[in-house]
T-cell receptor
């Protein structure tokens, strides 16, 4: 079955520390991948997308993600966390049925 | 900046009542999605439209849910009768077309509470 798996439902880092949110996709999913961010009681906002142009994708707010086909991974990183980064993050992919499927999400907390 | 509009933002309804949500996608976007998001989980696709046609409603509980996109522009999602388990965030999104490289843009969502 086509799926997107996010490892860790909750990640907590100190302000200024590296942020790493993990995402793996099933190999049957076409490699069109996205990261979205969601603030409380808000919709989802696109952070970045991979569409095979480059394996390292830069997004908004200083986030970037690297596509690794051999590992079927698309992890999200940010070198230095800011308090405003606290939110829920979702990895998503286009399925072969041309619909977007989402992972279960990772809640990012930032410690002062 | 163009946005996906949804209304209402919040809705409280009693069990067995009917409820409806409205979505106006970004102008020119042919594809429209309705997702349901239960607290603490990722969004789950309920229905996908391409213009006015339904292309995927495999996860839509058709005994109580219905969706339409007349004229291929705005859309309405209806629940009748509502059940306690329907309490969730209902998200509408749109994209230019079904091209896989096209991301979806989301509205603010409607938070439904069934009491």
């Amino acid at each position: 079955a086509q799926s997107v798996t996010q490892l860790g439902s909750h990640v907590s880092v100190s302000e200024g520390a590296l942020v790493l949110l993990r995402c793996n996709y099933s190999s049957s999913v076409p490699p069109y991948l996205f990261w979205y961010v969601q603030y409380p009681n808000q919709g989802l906002q696109l952070l970045l997308k991979y569409t095979s142009a480059a394996t390292l994708v830069k997004g908004i707010n200083g986030f970037e993600a690297e596509f690794k086909k051999s590992e079927t991974s698309f992890h999200l990183t940010k070198p230095s966390a800011h308090m405003s980064d606290a939110a829920e993050y979702f990895c998503a992919a286009y399925s072969s049925a041309s619909k977007i499927i989402f992972g279960s999400g990772t809640r990012l907390s930032i410690r002062p | 900046e163009a946005e996906v509009a949804q209304s209402p933002r919040y809705k409280i309804t009693e069990k067995s009542q009917a409820v409806a949500f409205w979505c106006d996608p970004i102008s020119g976007h042919a594809t429209l999605y309705w997702y349901r998001q239960i607290l603490g989980q990722g969004p789950e696709l309920l229905v996908q439209f391409q213009d006015e046609s339904v292309v995927d409603d495999s996860q839509l509980p058709k005994d109580r849910f219905s969706a339409e996109r007349l004229k291929g522009v705005d859309s309405t999602l209806k629940i009748q009768p509502a059940e306690l388990g329907d309490s969730a965030m209902y998200l509408c999104a749109s994209s230019l077309d079904r091209d896989r490289a096209t991301e979806a843009f989301f509205g603010q969502g409607t938070r439904l509470t069934v009491v």
